[in-house]
């Protein structure tokens, strides 16, 4: 069964593509019963000004309770995860079964890097003509730290 899954999967690269308009894309596309696995999740861009982007994370991050919740993503991937949840119907069943077809990856996994990989040209950073910043970089401002650093 997971060798017809990887080969129905579609690997979109998600380094120079907008957040918001790439996890609606895909959003539907899930939602359309299609596999989904995104890759190099830490190079997808953000637009607005780095400090206000920064300054409302941070802000966000302390909404909750430190040992009972609600618990919010520092990482680049489980970033991309939660935005493109937000746009599913995730406590129906159909928004389940889309979430189980998705699959987020900080870079480029040794079992895709054969695999054809597509972009999403709608998302792309060049259609932005103001600033932005990657997630990686967010992330690193609110407290990620990748292992071996």
């Known amino acids: 069964m997971e060798t017809s ?3 129905t999967s579609t690997v ?4 120079g593509l907008i957040l918001g308009r790439m996890a609606s894309i895909v959003a539907k596309r899930l939602l359309s019963e299609e ?9 997808t861009a ?3 000004k780095r400090l206000s982007r920064v300054k409302e994370a941070r802000a966000f991050l302390e909404i909750g309770h430190p040992r009972k919740g609600p618990f919010h993503p520092r990482r680049p991937d489980q970033i991309v995860q939660k935005s493109i ?3 599913l119907p995730h406590r129906q069943p ?3 079964m889309a979430l189980k077809r998705l699959q ?4 480029m996994p040794d079992e895709f890097k054969n695999a054809p990989v597509e972009s999403i040209p ?3 950073i060049s259609r932005l003509k103001g600033s932005y910043l990657t997630l990686g970089e967010l992330a690193k401002e609110i407290g990620y730290k990748q292992v071996g650093e």
């Not at 979109?12 to 380094?15: E, P, T």
């Not at 596999?35 to 190079?43: F, R």
């Not at 987020?104 to 870079?107: A, C, G, K, N, Q």
């Open 104 to 107: 987020v990856f900080l870079s």
């Open 5 to 7: 899954e990887e080969q």
């Open 122 to 124: 709608e998302a792309h």
């Open 12 to 15: 979109i690269d998600a380094s």
């Open 46 to 48: 953000l637009s607005g």
């Open 85 to 87: 949840r937000g746009m």
């Open 94 to 96: 159909k928004g389940i």
């Open 35 to 43: 596999s989904i696995t995104i890759v190099n999740a830490e190079k």
